[in-house]
């Protein structure tokens, strides 16, 4: 089992929509949490960190469910500029670097 | 506003051939990272740096060597270029590996004949 893991998608979403994805996690102790973005041959860019108490930015929300150990991601009023690959990253407990999970990728359509 | 900075961006190599990835940051961060991308793969890390002076393999260390004698730079070393090695190569640095998150430079598209 990956540590960290995602749907690939694609999530193909009208523009004005709402849609939100999971990642789940395979170590109940780590600490920090992170969704980057990606766009298409760009490097992976800082969206937000995610807080055990859910954490808002704009149209875009993160949670945290440590019972069932994973982040969501959820964009609202869905823009054509939102169309990327989301990266879930979560760090490893005791160690001291960060997982990647493979990315979700989304596209919204006019 | 340089933060983490690659070069070069666009590389050919020849089966066999050596070459050094370049890899600077100025944010003084004290953790850097190497890792490569491929389709379908995700991020994997090749290696990483919690600090000047100390390295650590990551997932995928074979065929790759590191050094971090300053701060600032975190150059990656391909001893024998094997078409396995065709990646696009990204470098990134934190404040605090493993808890603050990581800021990347812009990337390298190597490709091995």
């Known amino acids: 089992r990956k540590e960290v893991e995602q749907d690939p998608g694609p999530f193909n979403v009208p523009e004005g929509a709402t849609v939100a994805f999971n990642c789940t996690y395979s170590?109940?102790?780590?600490?920090?949490f992170f969704w980057y973005r990606q766009d298409c041959r760009k490097e992976p860019k800082l969206l937000m960190s995610?807080?055990?108490s859910g954490n808002e930015d704009g149209r875009f929300t993160a949670q945290l469910n440590r019972a069932s150990q994973y982040i969501s991601l959820l964009i609202r009023d869905s823009k054509l500029s939102d169309s990327a690959t989301y990266l879930c990253?979560?760090?490893?407990?005791?160690?001291?670097?960060?997982?990647f999970g493979g990315g979700t990728r989304v596209l919204v359509k006019p | 506003n340089a933060g983490v900075t690659q070069t070069p961006k666009f590389q050919v190599l020849k089966t066999g051939q050596s070459m050094t990835l370049q890899c600077a940051q100025d944010m003084n961060h004290n953790s850097m990272y190497w890792y490569r991308q491929d389709p379908g793969m995700g991020l994997r890390l090749i290696y990483y740096?919690?600090?000047?002076?100390?390295?650590d393999k990551g997932e995928v260390p074979n065929g790759y060597n590191v050094s971090r004698s300053t701060t600032e730079d975190f150059p990656l070393r391909l001893l024998s270029a094997a078409p396995s090695q065709t990646s696009v190569y990204f470098c990134?640095?934190?404040?605090?590996?493993?808890?603050?998150?990581?800021?990347f430079g812009d990337g390298t598209r190597l490709s091995i004949l």
């Open positions: 170590n109940s102790a780590s600490q920090s």
């Open positions: 995610v807080y055990s």
């Open positions: 990134a640095s934190s404040d605090i590996s493993g808890i603050q998150p990581q800021h």
């Open positions: 990253v979560v760090n490893e407990a005791a160690g001291n670097k960060l997982t």
């Open positions: 740096s919690a600090s000047e002076g100390t390295t």
